[in-house]
């Protein structure tokens, strides 16, 4: 079982420049989410798809967009990188979004950092 | 926007110590979490707890969903080198949003 997949596993951008970070799930779940960990503040969530075919913000969207290209894959995006997304970025998933399935199966993160 | 605040940081211990930490929250919330983050990889969910005065085990590992419902604490006993990693509490409040709120983590450290 792949669970959460993510990819590039590392990336070094230049300030300014874009990229688009992929997340896939093999276990059927209706719910995604992407999160960015800094150090010593936990996981803040970015942006979330409670089902297929609805993307909405979470914490801090600010500079990213996503989408949920169908049940299995959904995407984020910098469209011009800046050093304060430095960060390290896990995809996750869940069987679905209220009540008791918001137990969430992560993906083994992207290292980015932003020169 | 809701807090949480993980205590302590970071602790070093010896091996076959037990080990205590917790969170606490400004808000209530309906669910309590538990992960584990091994170095290089994503969160692993330990323990899951969803009604006030909760105590559940997973192995080694015992966590309680506070009678407040503002406090969580994850007890893991007679530590082990593999215990090496960095806990997350997540607390979930169903009437704010419905999104998961991390603590920002305890770094636990086994000296072998």
């Known amino acids: 079982n792949a669970g959460v997949t993510q990819t590039p596993k590392f990336q070094v951008l230049k300030t300014g420049q874009s990229m688009t970070l992929q997340c896939a799930q093999d276990?059927?779940?209706?719910?995604m989410y992407w999160y960015r960990q800094d150090p010593g503040m936990g996981l803040r969530l970015i942006y979330y798809s409670a089902s297929e075919g609805t993307t909405d913000k979470g914490e801090v969207p600010n500079g990213y967009n996503v989408s949920r290209l169908n049940k299995r894959e959904f995407s984020l995006r910098l469209e011009s990188a800046a050093p304060s997304q430095t960060s390290v970025y896990f995809c996750?998933?869940?069987?679905?979004?209220?009540?008791?399935?918001?137990?969430?199966?992560f993906g083994s993160g992207t290292q980015l950092s932003v020169l | 926007g809701q807090q949480l605040n993980q205590s302590p940081q970071s602790m070093f211990i010896q091996e076959g110590e037990d080990v205590s930490m917790n969170c606490t929250s400004s808000?209530?919330?309906?669910?309590w979490l538990w992960y584990k983050q091994d170095p290089g990889e994503g969160p692993v969910l330990l323990i899951a707890?969803?009604?006030?005065?909760e105590l559940t085990s997973n192995g080694r590992l015992t966590a309680q969903f506070g009678i407040t419902r503002k406090d969580s604490f994850l007890n893991i006993s007679a530590s082990i080198p593999s215990d090496v990693g960095i806990y997350f509490c997540a607390g979930l409040d169903l009437n704010a949003g419905n999104m998961l709120t991390f603590g920002g983590g305890t770094r636990l450290m086994v000296k072998p």
């Open positions: 276990m059927n779940h209706n719910s």
């Open positions: 808000s209530i919330f309906n669910t």
């Open positions: 996750a998933s869940s069987v679905g979004y209220r009540g008791q399935n918001e137990k969430l199966f």
């Open positions: 707890l969803y009604k006030a005065g």
